[in-house]
């Protein structure tokens, strides 16, 4: 793993920084404040008003937060994301979520990331992406897009063919107490197709929360494949031990891989629920 910023890439907000208009793609760790976003554009691009497009990985609350904030204070904005996350951004079940898991984040880190919040509302989504749509940044950057279901239906992956940088979001295993955490939330076999799609990509620099470079980067998407096997398997094994108890086996597996010493981890609520979703994914055979 390498922590590297090319210009423009942070740990939380993702850039393709060089083009005319240039395009953001937000991780948004920290969805309740969304000011610290465009205090990153403002160093890297010298002006908050400088990008034009805002694309989002798909629709859960640490992905899509900022996204409201952002459109009411950067004039010309466009924010892109899949047909369905265009749906769930103005749903007001879905907006009551997303607010309730910020609150709760907060609740739980406040101490380290303190408590000022900006409250999520609906936002209406510019540019319904597809796969296989590439959008013109100017001065020869691009930016294509890659349908990858199986976290969620909504999640897109975004692919930088000029400097061969990939922003899939939860499309890859991201790291968890050491190790790499698959994250299958609503189809195991969509995700295993969607990490084949990636992992035949050539990438040089993979973004999420962390930023891996060249080796690392290709090694992460086969890793992200090999972990996401052994964990489904797993599953299979608690689910009968446990002769099918969807609940036992998510306590268990709660019990064995969330550390709650570890700083600035998921929140226990929302790795309850993805796990909770990867249990009953195996469970059904989806």
């Known amino acids: 793993m390498t922590d590297f ?3 423009g890439i942070t740990s939380s907000l993702s850039s393709s920084w060089q083009a005319r208009r240039p395009s953001f793609l937000t991780r948004g760790w920290r969805p309740w404040d969304p000011t610290h976003y465009l205090k990153d554009i403002e160093t890297y691009l010298d002006r908050a008003d400088a990008p034009g497009y805002l694309f989002l990985t798909h629709s859960h609350y640490d992905h899509c937060g900022a996204a409201p904030f952002l459109k009411e ?14 749906k769930v951004l103005q749903r007001p079940g879905a907006v009551k979520l997303i607010r309730a898991l910020n609150d709760n984040f907060v609740e739980v880190f406040g101490d380290v990331i303190g408590t000022e919040k900006i409250p999520f509302k609906p936002v209406a989504v510019d540019l319904i992406l597809k796969d296989g749509d590439e959008l013109d940044c100017g001065g020869g950057w691009t930016v294509r897009v890659i349908e990858t279901p199986g976290h969620t239906n909504d999640s897109l992956s975004y692919y930088i063919p000029r400097i061969k940088t990939l922003i899939a979001g939860e499309a890859v295993g991201v790291f968890h107490n050491g190790g790499i955490q698959p994250e299958f939330s609503s189809s195991y076999s969509d995700y295993m197709t969607s990490l084949g799609k990636l992992a035949a990509l050539d990438v040089d620099i993979l973004g999420h929360r ?5 080796g690392n980067a290709g ?3 086969r890793d992200s494949i090999e ?10 094994d608690s689910l009968d031990r446990f002769s099918g108890d969807r609940e036992r086996v998510v ?3 709660f019990g064995e891989d969330y550390d709650e010493t570890v700083l600035m981890q998921q929140d226990k609520k929302s790795f309850l629920l993805n796990l909770q979703a990867q249990v009953r994914v195996v469970a059904e055979g989806k």
């Not at 972990?227 to 299979?236: A, L, M």
Request: glycine share 10%; proline share 5%; net charge positive.
């Open 5 to 7: 910023i090319p210009s």
């Open 73 to 86: 204070k950067i004039p010309g904005l466009r924010i892109g994301a899949n047909a369905h996350a265009a």
């Open 210 to 214: 962390n930023i891996l470079t060249g």
């Open 219 to 221: 090694r992460h998407l």
């Open 227 to 236: 972990t996401t096997v052994s964990f489904r398997g797993r599953i299979e």
């Open 251 to 253: 306590e268990t597996i």
